[in-house]
């Protein structure tokens, strides 16, 4: 079987092509389809590519919180539509805003209509057309690992190991004979346990010089589901680490957009917190606040502030896991939870330092006695602050229990090694879509 081409772009590529998309619609109707009295028709044309450029980017961060490159294969057609057209109807209020701004001149509504109907159209047929070639292209991969790792590996992907095609191997292939059987095969990813020495008699240059990637579990894992699972971490991963947001430049960088964050939504957030904490008293009195002992950057505790979402002394039979349908949970509570309301004081623990806007979810000391016995690296977490929201508070649920508790750290694992302002940017806007849906 000969190697297919694969369409399996990668998120960046969908972004990039999306934007050129919402450029090029920009661009080809105010010079082809507008009259002459048209704004952006009386500006030069560098003008012109930096208003489409604008453009481009208001409508990749509008796709970004509404979810239109999150997990699109699984959408219905007529939902990916909707979404493509309203990112650029959401896109184009920055355009106007930008045009207005610097050349104190709308556009007009009708090449705005124009504009945003071709970005909404030609970017749904793209998002379609790619995933359609994806569905029908699934990755090859030939596992050499026996029946335990291969069964532990699948459960580390969950569903997304069903939209894999696992090629069967051979019982017995000589390192003359692996290349050819990948090739016939159409094997296009080998996974090796990196821990086998069985595996030292494959010749891995002759298998990458024919185009076959070879990857362990772990970096598969990672790849394919942007998470690192713990029974996969040793010393010697730790000892790879690039701790990049500890770096004293990038801490300060960070801290400073933290601050203006977390000043900035406070700010914002008042009206919402005085209506909330008037809630609260109608239904249940005071305290109106809840101070809870964290555990923060490198183990040291500190207090976190939250609004009461609970009964009175809730917990007087000692610390309990967080789940869903919480019958301590008051019924204002819940709503505030939903919406997360009742995290808006912890704005103030950024803003004093303990913790950071985006960063692994702080746990508390007393339900993390068991859970360090069950999971050695569990507190890697905090080689970084915590933070007010993470990679896993959007990839995950609560963790309720031991087993969801390693599932979290699977992809706080992920964010430590992977930490950057870009992924920081990505979840706070991962963040915003699922307030938006009001998922908690």
Known sequence: ???????????????????????????????????????????????LFIYASIYGLSFLLA???????????????????????????????????????????????????????????????????????????PWRVLTLLNDERVKQLKSYLGTRADEITWVVPKESSSESTMVKFCNEKGVEILILDQSNDGNSNIDLMALLASGVRVLGVEPFVESLSQKIPSAEVDRSWLTRLDLRQRDPIVRRVKRLSDLFTATIGLILC????????????????????????????????YILHKLRTMQKNAEQQGAEW???????????????????????????????????????????????????????FWMCRYLLKPGLTGWAQIRFEYASDMESSEEKLAYDLFYIKNASFLLDFEIMLSTLRSLTKGSR
């Open 63 to 137: 796709g970004e919180v509404t979810g239109l490159f999150v997990n699109s294969y699984r959408n219905i057609s007529w939902k990916r539509f909707f979404l493509a057209v309203f990112s650029s109807v959401l896109g184009s209020l920055g355009l106007v805003l930008a045009v207005w701004i610097v050349e104190f001149d709308f556009i007009g509504r009708l090449a705005v209509f124009k504009i945003v109907t071709a970005t909404g159209i030609i970017s749904f047929l793209f998002l379609s057309f790619q995933n359609s070639l994806s569905n029908r292209n």
């Open 1 to 47: 079987m000969q190697r297919k081409e694969h369409w399996n772009l990668s998120k960046l590529a969908k972004l990039s092509v999306c934007q050129i998309i919402a450029m090029v619609a920009c661009v080809t109707v105010i010079i082809f389809d507008s009259p002459t009295s048209e704004t952006l028709l009386q500006i030069n044309r560098e003008r």
């Open 270 to 301: 008042l009206p919402i917190l005085g209506i909330a904490c008037l809630a609260i008293v109608l239904e249940t009195g005071f305290p109106l606040f809840f101070h809870q002992k964290r555990t923060g950057l490198l183990g040291r505790p």
């Open 322 to 376: 967080a789940k869903k349908g919480d019958l301590r949970v008051t019924r204002v509570g819940r709503f505030l939870r939903r919406w997360r309301i009742d995290e808006i004081p912890q704005f103030w623990n950024v803003i004093k330092g303990e913790m950071s806007i985006v960063g692994p979810r702080p746990e508390r000391p007393e339900l993390e006695k068991e859970i360090n016995s069950r999971l050695p």
